[in-house]
C-alpha cells in the first residue's frame, strides 16, 4: 500500500482544512487508516483513526469535537476535516495504514514501526 496525503496549507486560527490521504491497492479496505502529526520541536503524535469500513472512530483528547475522519473505500481514499483549528494543531500530518487496531492513549509515543505503512507529511500551519 502506498500512500498519500495532501491538502495542508497556512489557515488562520478558527478556520477550516480537510486533508486527503489517496491510497494504492486493491485492499484498502482491510486496513485501519491513521492521522498522526508532529510538531516543531515535538513528537509524533496520534490525532485519529477509523477502522475499516468506517462505522468506528477514534480520536485524541486534543482534537475531539474539532476533527473528523472518514473514508471512501470505493475511492480508496481517507480524509481528515479539521475545523476550529488553532495554532497549537500546526504540524506535518502524516495518514497511516495498519492491518490492526492499535490504541493510542494519552502521551501514547509513537514510532514509526507501530505502523506498516506511512505517507509522506503535509504541512499545516496554523497562524494566530
Known amino acids: 500500500v502506498q500512500l498519500q496525503a495532501s491538502g495542508g496549507g497556512l489557515v488562520q486560527a478558527g478556520g477550516s482544512l480537510r486533508l486527503s490521504c489517496a491510497a494504492s491497492g486493491r485492499t484498502f479496505n482491510s486496513y485501519y487508516m491513521y492521522w498522526f502529526r508532529q510538531g516543531p520541536g515535538k513528537e509524533r503524535e496520534f490525532v485519529a483513526t477509523?477502522?475499516?469500513?468506517?462505522?468506528?472512530?477514534y480520536y485524541a483528547d486534543s482534537v475531539k469535537g474539532r476533527f473528523t475522519i472518514s473514508r471512501d473505500n470505493t475511492k480508496n481514499t481517507v480524509t481528515l476535516q479539521m475545523n476550529s483549528l488553532k495554532p497549537e494543531d500546526t504540524a506535518v500530518y502524516y495518514c497511516a495504514a495498519d492491518r490492526q487496531y492499535k490504541y493510542y492513549g494519552r502521551d501514547a509515543k509513537v514510532t514509526t514501526n507501530d505502523m506498516q505503512y506511512w505517507g509522506k507529511g503535509t504541512q499545516v500551519t496554523v497562524s494566530s
Open positions: 477509523i477502522t475499516w469500513g468506517g462505522s468506528s472512530t
